[in-house]
T-cell receptor
């Protein structure tokens, strides 16, 4: 158990819809990272937050957005969903801005029908 | 630019030793991580190298040569449960907020 909690574990929805994925980091971790992993593909970094502020952006689509709340949990919002958005979405956390290893949650499997 | 190369797939026999290589090109190397990922599961942290040399942790060891832009993960006494993908990730101090640059992963298949 990494200590990172993601909900929901599975999500099935239709094209054009909007969903919100939730992540609670390990106790004491200030950084939260979001990744997308399509079937048999590598991890694609989306975005990082540190103590409530956006710190780095990767290949995140304009249809996607995220935020980190004062209690340090984070949400990833995906809108106008397309079939190609079907993937595993991982959240990871680390204590600092990047010197320590990232620890991953179990992921949310998003299926777009 | 930034680039990480790993073999796509490797096969090894239970009980044997396997070495998974990772070569990288970054402008501001600041550490290298190895993760293990079983299919459909979360990546789990295995090892971290920032200085040249070998780091040993049980059956797993990781080596780094910064001058060659090269690392390897050595797995000994292979077990069937070691069948997984192994991800190499490099921290680049010139990337936005020291972001990790991830390799595509090496799928390791263990045969009895």
């Amino acid at each position: 158990d990494s200590g990172v909690t993601q909900t929901p574990k599975h999500l099935i929805t239709a094209t054009g819809q909007r969903v919100t994925l939730r992540c609670s980091p390990r106790s004491g971790d200030l950084s939260v990272y979001w990744y997308q992993q399509s079937l048999d593909q590598g991890l694609q970094f989306l975005i990082q937050y540190y103590n409530g502020e956006e710190r780095a952006k990767g290949n995140i689509l304009e249809r996607f957005s995220a935020q980190q709340f004062p209690d340090l949990h984070s949400e990833l919002n995906l809108s106008s969903l397309e079939l190609g958005d079907s993937a595993l979405y991982f959240c990871a956390s680390s204590p600092d801005r990047g010197n320590q290893p990232q620890h991953f949650g179990d992921g949310t499997r998003l299926s777009i029908l | 630019g930034q680039n990480i190369d790993q073999p796509t797939e490797m096969t090894a026999t239970e009980g044997a030793i396997v070495q998974i290589n990772c070569t990288y090109q970054t402008s501001g190397f600041n550490g290298l991580f190895w993760y293990q990922q079983h299919a459909g599961e979360a990546p789990t942290f295995l090892s971290y190298n920032v200085l040249d040399g070998l780091e040993e942790k049980g059956r797993f060891s990781s080596f780094l040569s910064r001058s060659k832009g090269y690392s390897y993960l050595l797995l000994k006494e292979l077990q069937m449960k070691d069948s997984a993908s192994y991800l190499c990730a490099v921290r680049d101090q010139l990337a936005s907020n020291y972001q990790l640059i991830w390799g595509a992963g090496t799928k390791l298949i263990i045969k009895p």
